[in-house]
């Protein structure tokens, strides 16, 4: 079974700065996928980014990127410029077949 | 239709009363999932369809729970004889077949809130 950690149950950051959110996942599989979502309080779930483990490259959606470590199982998320639309909770998520599963989250809050 | 539709938004229910949760996905989108959301916690998956049949129902936590979906589209979620501990947000999803290359995640509906009195 494969398993999605975030250790970090929140984050603040300051309104146009920078934050990064952490993300583990342990698998056998070689071929796989793994996405940022985020859940605003309207509890809809929106797909931020996603990667496919085969590409090296890691993905980038205007001011979010990531940092794939596929060695390492680490699939970090840098949230550039943060703006006060940004708050909500994000969640790490794995998929290799039709199963996705997800980390505990992480909460983003943003000071103006 | 355009997205993922559940109903109802909110449901309160006596404990020991049976609730169904209604999700209808994306034309189109053969595979649909329910996962369970408890307060301030991750996703924990439910069940998973494709077309009507479900070859993944081990996520269902006791047999009070049950579901289905017919024609290939709208689903329902069943709780038997509800507990307190069944308060949750319930979450549907659709997706294409996983087969397909498109096929990268889903798409959620915006969730039924069932609180247990």
């Known amino acids: 079974a494969q398993t999605v950690t975030q250790s970090q149950p929140e984050m603040s950051v300051q309104e146009a700065e920078t934050v990064t959110l952490s993300c583990t996942y342990d698998t056998s599989e070689s071929d796989y996928y793994l996405f940022w979502y985020k859940q605003p309080p309207s509890r809809q779930m929106i797909l931020v980014i996603r990667q496919e483990a085969y590409k090296q490259q890691n993905a980038t959606e205007n001011r979010f990127s990531v940092n794939f470590q596929k060695a390492a199982k680490s699939f970090s998320l840098k949230i550039s410029d943060s703006q006060l639309g940004d708050a909500a909770m994000y969640f790490c998520?794995?998929?290799?077949?039709?199963?996705?599963?997800f980390g505990a989250g992480t909460t983003v809050t943003v000071r103006a | 239709g355009a997205g993922v539709s559940q109903s109802p938004s909110n449901k309160v229910t006596e404990k020991g009363k049976d609730v169904e949760l209604r999700c209808d996905p994306i034309?189109?989108?053969?595979?649909l999932y329910w996962y369970r959301q408890s307060l301030g916690q991750g996703l924990e998956f439910l069940i998973y369809f494709q077309g009507n049949s479900a070859p993944d129902k081990s996520g269902l936590p006791s047999d009070r729970f049950s579901a289905e979906r017919t024609g290939g589209s709208v689903s329902t979620l069943t709780i038997q004889r509800t507990q307190q501990e069944d308060s949750a947000v319930y979450l549907c999803?659709?997706?294409?077949?996983?087969?397909?290359?498109?096929?990268?995640?889903?798409?959620f509906g915006s969730g039924t809130r069932l609180t247990v009195v």
């Open positions: 034309s189109g989108h053969t595979a």
């Open positions: 998520a794995y998929r290799s077949d039709y199963k996705l599963s």
């Open positions: 999803a659709s997706s294409l077949p996983p087969g397909q290359l498109i096929n990268y995640g889903y798409t």
